[in-house]
């Protein structure tokens, strides 16, 4: 049972510390997303870029850090499930790679809750967009959304 908790722990923290923010922008943009804006890696920095194409992109790359790992321990370790989104989450905002200077893992942390709870992915989704139609502010859509 421990190499499963730490093959889990291990697989999911590496897919969700992958920077597909730092990536793209510098692959389609040629710039360093960490000298941009709030200098993390995360989606809605990456629309601080002017790139709208770019940043949806990133979005849909970070919310699949939270689907596949924990997808995929939901199918083959299902007592592991919240290790795995804890990991996943944590590799997001903690890459080991970047200094553990990653994003603030609301995409990621989407990507989660959609696979643990379809209701409560859908309820989120909709509470951010109000939240931030009303605020114009991502962060605290985020946050308020998380405590809905």
Same mark, same amino acid.
């Given at each position: 049972m421990i190499i499963e908790v730490i093959l889990v722990f291990i697989a999911s923290y590496l897919s969700g510390s992958i920077p597909f923010g730092l990536i793209f922008s510098k692959v389609f943009l040629n710039q360093?997303?960490? *000298?941009?804006? +709030?200098? *993390?890696?995360?989606?809605? *920095?990456?629309?601080?870029? $002017?790139n709208k194409i770019i940043a949806g992109l990133t979005l849909i790359f970070d919310i699949s850090k939270g689907?596949?790992?924990?997808?995929?321990?939901?199918?083959?370790?299902?007592?592991?499930?919240?290790? +795995? +989104?804890?990991?996943?989450f944590l590799g997001h905002i903690f890459p080991?790679?970047?200094?553990?200077?990653? $994003?603030?893992?609301?995409?990621?942390?989407?990507?989660?809750?959609?696979?643990? +709870?379809?209701?409560l992915g859908i309820i989120f989704c909709i509470s951010w967009v109000l939240i931030s139609v009303i605020t114009k502010y991502s962060s605290l859509s985020s946050i308020l959304s998380s405590l809905i």
């Open positions: 360093d997303i960490r *000298n941009i804006g +709030s200098k *993390n890696i995360g989606a809605t *920095n990456v629309l601080r870029t $002017g689907i596949i790992p924990v997808l995929i321990t939901k199918e083959h370790f299902v007592d592991l499930i919240y290790l +795995s +989104s804890l990991a996943a080991f790679w970047l200094k553990f200077k990653g $994003g603030k893992g609301v995409a990621t942390y989407l990507g989660i809750i959609f696979i643990l +709870s379809l209701e």
